[in-house]
C-alpha cells in the first residue's frame, strides 16, 4: 500500500531564511522517519508528487517551476537537486562553527558539550554526509560521538546504508563503516578469537544459528546489493572480503553457495569469480593443505624430483571435503563455460582453479574416479604412478579445452574459440618444465 | 536491532516483458499486455525507467519487420523483439549479459501462451484495459534465471542463431535521418522528468545513472 508522506511546500522566503527552513525541515523528516531506507536525487519532485504530464498544475503551485525542496513516500527520500549547494554551504558552515571550540583531542573532549549542540553536531554531519559522503571530518566526529555513547553503533550503520544508497564508492565510508563494525562487541570478539586459536572449534554448524548473527549476515547483504547499484564496486568487494577472513570452515562454504548466485546472474562480472577464489583460498587455508602447496612454478626445475612427489596422506576430514569442494567447483565452471559461451571471466577462473587443483593432486594425488573421498595414497605409489595421474589430468584439460575451440554451433562462438585456444596455450606454457621432465608428455606438444 | 535494507537480494537481468499487437507494417503498434521488475533501480528512478522502457519497446516493434526476430543493444540493456507475421509481438528488456538466444525462446512461449489464452479475433479489438493474460509475471520470475529456464526447455537448439538480427544501438534500427533524441523530445509517453533524466543520463553517458 502506498502511504502519501510528508508533502512540503515551498513558500517564498528571504534566502538565509530559506536555506535554514529547508535544512530544519530536512531534518525534522529523517527525524521523524528513522525507518528511511533510501536517498536519491530528483529533479522535478513536483511532478513525483503530483504525477505524469500534468507539467501545468505543477507550475504553478511550485514558485520559478522547482517544486518542493524534497519529498519522501514509503520511507525513500528524493532531494530536489537544486537546493542542494545552499544546503550543503549551510549544513557545513553550521557544523563548522559547532565544532570550533572544541578541543578533539581527548575521547572526553564531549561530556563537557551541552546535548542539545551535540544533537546539532549530530544533525548538521547527517546533511553534510547525506550529500558528500567523502567528508572524513564529519565521519570522524561522528566517531567521538559513538565513543562518547551520545550515538549508537546501530543507529550509525542504519546511516551508513542510507548514505550507500547513494553514494556506493565512498571509500571514506566504508573506512569508518568498518572502524563502527569493530566497536561492536560480537564483532570483536570473534576477530581475537580468530587471532588466537588458527584451528579454532567450529562455530556451529546450524544454518540458523549462523542467521541470527546479525551483523554478519546483514553485512554480506550490503555488500551484495551495494555491489548490485554499482558493478565492479572494489569497496564493497573489499568489505566482503573482510569479513569473509572472519567465517570458519562450514561459513565459508555457506558464502561459497550465496556467490554462486551473483555468478550465475553475473556471468562477465570478473568480480564476483575474483571473491570466489578469495573464498576458495581461504577454505585452503583452514585445511591443512595449506602448508602443503607448493605455489613457485614448475618451470623454476631446481629441486629435486622427489621433493616433489612427496606424497601426504589426507588427514582431516576438512582436508577431503576441501578436495570435494574442488571438484564441484571443477563441474560449476564446466556448465558455465558449456552454457554461457564468450564469457572471459569464466576462462580467467579456470586458469586459477586449474592451477591450484594441479599442485595439489601432486602434493595430495585422490583417485578423481573414486567417489569416496577418503581415499589416501600409500607411501609406496611411484613416481611414475603418480606422474600418469597428472597426465591423466593435464590432457583432460586440454581435451575440454579443444572441445570449446571446436564447438562452432554456440552463439558467441568466436569469442569462445579465441579463449579457449588462449588458455589452451597457457596451460601448456604453465606445466612446460614439469613436462619437461616426462618423456610421455611431449605428445602433448604435437596438438 | 538495525534496520535492514527492504529490498531482498534479488538480483534481476529481465526487467521487462510486453505484449504488442502490429496487424501491418504501417500501423503503430498497440500495447496489450506489459509487465515490469524494476526493484533494482533506485526509487525515485523507477518511474522514468519504466517509461523509457515503454517507450523503446514502442519504437523497436515499430522498426522491426513483420516475421523478424530483433535483438537491439542499447547503453547496458538489451531489447528483443519478435514480430510473428499475423502480427503479435512479443519484447522482453534485458541487461546484455542474458543470452538472447534464451530470450527469444522465452518470447516463443509468451507468444504460443498468449495465443491460447486471448485468441487471434480477440486482438484488434483489445487494449490494456480489456485483455486478460496474467502471465506475464511469472514468466518474468521463472526466466530470471536462465539457469532454472534450461530446466524447462532445451534452451539451445530451439531458435537458430541466424534468425536472430543482432543491432549493437537503437540508432541502427531507426529511419535514416532520425534522431533518438528528437524522438524522446517528441514523445507525449515520457514526462518532463525522464527527458530531463535521458539528458543528462545522455551527457555523462551513463544511462540511468543520477549525479
Known amino acids: ?447 | 536491532y538495525h534496520v535492514l535494507l527492504n529490498k531482498s537480494i534479488n538480483m534481476v537481468k529481465l526487467f521487462a516483458l510486453s505484449v504488442l499487437y502490429k496487424p501491418t507494417s504501417d500501423v503503430s503498434p498497440k500495447l496489450l499486455k506489459a509487465t515490469y521488475d524494476l526493484q533494482q533501480f533506485s526509487f525515485f528512478q523507477r518511474s522514468s525507467v519504466q517509461e523509457f522502457m515503454a517507450f523503446t519497446t514502442k519504437i523497436i516493434t515499430e522498426r522491426c519487420s513483420m516475421g523478424t526476430r530483433q535483438s537491439v543493444k542499447e547503453q547496458e540493456y538489451m531489447c528483443h523483439v519478435y514480430v510473428r507475421a499475423d502480427g503479435l509481438a512479443v519484447v522482453a528488456v534485458s541487461d546484455h549479459e542474458y543470452q538472447y538466444r534464451v530470450a527469444h525462446n522465452m518470447l516463443n512461449k509468451i507468444m504460443d501462451e498468449f495465443t491460447a489464452k486471448v485468441p487471434p479475433h480477440q486482438w484488434p479489438g483489445s487494449d490494456e484495459t480489456n485483455v486478460v493474460f496474467n502471465e506475464l509475471p511469472a514468466f518474468l520470475a521463472r526466466w530470471q534465471n536462465p539457469r532454472e529456464a534450461d530446466a524447462i526447455t532445451r534452451v539451445q537448439e530451439e531458435v537458430e542463431d541466424t534468425k536472430i538480427i543482432l543491432h549493437n544501438t537503437i540508432e541502427a534500427v531507426l529511419e535514416r535521418g532520425e534522431k533518438l533524441d528528437d524522438l524522446v523530445n517528441k514523445s507525449e509517453m515520457l514526462s518532463i522528468q525522464s527527458k530531463a533524466f535521458y539528458k543528462t543520463a545522455r551527457k555523462t553517458n551513463a544511462c540511468c545513472n543520477f549525479g
Not at chain 1, 571514506?172 to 563494525?181: D, F, G, I, M, N
Not at chain 1, 559461451?341 to 592451477?355: A, D, I, V
Open chain 1, 1 to 447: 500500500m502506498w502511504r502519501w508522506e510528508v508533502c512540503f511546500f515551498y513558500e517564498q522566503r528571504e534566502t538565509s531564511d530559506m536555506r535554514s527552513f529547508v535544512y530544519e525541515q530536512l531534518t525534522k523528516q529523517l527525524d521523524d522517519d528513522p525507518l528511511i531506507d533510501e536517498l536519491g536525487l530528483v529533479v522535478r519532485a513536483s511532478e513525483l508528487l503530483f504525477g505524469g504530464n500534468d507539467s501545468k498544475e505543477s507550475d504553478s503551485a511550485a514558485d520559478d517551476g522547482k517544486g518542493p525542496p524534497f519529498i519522501c513516500r514509503e520511507h525513500k527520500l528524493g532531494i530536489s537537486s537544486w537546493c542542494l549547494p545552499d544546503l550543503y554551504r549551510f549544513a557545513t558552515n553550521l557544523f563548522l562553527s559547532l565544532i570550533a571550540n572544541i578541543d578533539f583531542k581527548s575521547l572526553q573532549c564531549l561530556h563537557n558539550v551541552e546535548i542539545s549542540t551535540v544533537k546539532e553536531i549530530h544533525d548538521s554531519t547527517r546533511i553534510i554526509l547525506l550529500i558528500n559522503a567523502d567528508s572524513y571530518r564529519a565521519w570522524n566526529v561522528r566517531k567521538f560521538l559513538i565513543q562518547a555513547f551520545r550515538l549508537k553503533t546501530d543507529d550509525e550503520i542504519r546511516f551508513m546504508n542510507l548514505v550507500f544508497s547513494k553514494h556506493p564508492k565512498s571509500g571514506e565510508a566504508w573506512s569508518h563503516r568498518r572502524w563502527v563494525l569493530r566497536q561492536v562487541k560480537d564483532f570483536e570478539s570473534r576477530n581475537s578469537k580468530q587471532l588466537s586459536d588458527v584451528s579454532s572449534q567450529p562455530h556451529s554448524s546450524n544454518v540458523d544459528d549462523f542467521v541470527r548473527n546479525d551483523h554478519f549476515s546483514t553485512e554480506i547483504r550490503i555488500c551484495a546489493q551495494v555491489a548490485e547499484i554499482y558493478p565492479k564496486n572494489y569497496y564493497a568487494w573489499t568489505h566482503r572480503q573482510w569479513l569473509v577472513k572472519l567465517f570458519d570452515f562450514e561459513e565459508l562454504k555457506q558464502e561459497l553457495r550465496r556467490v554462486s548466485r551473483w555468478n550465475d546472474l553475473h556471468v562477465s562480472d570478473h568480480c564476483g569469480f575474483h571473491h570466489r577464489q578469495f573464498v576458495l583460498l581461504c577454505c585452503l587455508e583452514r585445511s591443512k593443505l595449506h602448508s602443503g602447496i607448493v605455489l613457485k612454478d614448475f618451470d623454476e626445475g631446481n629441486s629435486s624430483n622427489s621433493d616433489q612427489f612427496h606424497h601426504e596422506k589426507l588427514e582431516s576430514s576438512e582436508d577431503c571435503e576441501f578436495c570435494e569442494i574442488f571438484r564441484e567447483e571443477f563441474v560449476y565452471l564446466s556448465d558455465m563455460i558449456r552454457r554461457y559461451p564468450g564469457h572471459e571471466s569464466l576462462w580467467c577462473y579456470r586458469r586459477f582453479l586449474w592451477s591450484y587443483w594441479f599442485r595439489l593432486q601432486i602434493q595430495h594425488p585422490t583417485d578423481s574416479d573414486d567417489s569416496n573421498a577418503n581415499y589416501s595414497p600409500t607411501s609406496q605409489s611411484t613416481d611414475s604412478d603418480n606422474s600418469e595421474l597428472l597426465l591423466k589430468l593435464l590432457s583432460e584439460e586440454i581435451e575440454f579445452a579443444q572441445h570449446h575451440i571446436e564447438d562452432d554451433e554456440v552463439s558467441n562462438f568466436p569469442k569462445q574459440r579465441r579463449f579457449a585456444t588462449r588458455y589452451k596455450l597457457w596451460i601448456l606454457h604453465s606445466i612446460r618444465g614439469f613436462c619437461s621432465r616426462i618423456p610421455t608428455a611431449s605428445q602433448f606438444w604435437k596438438i
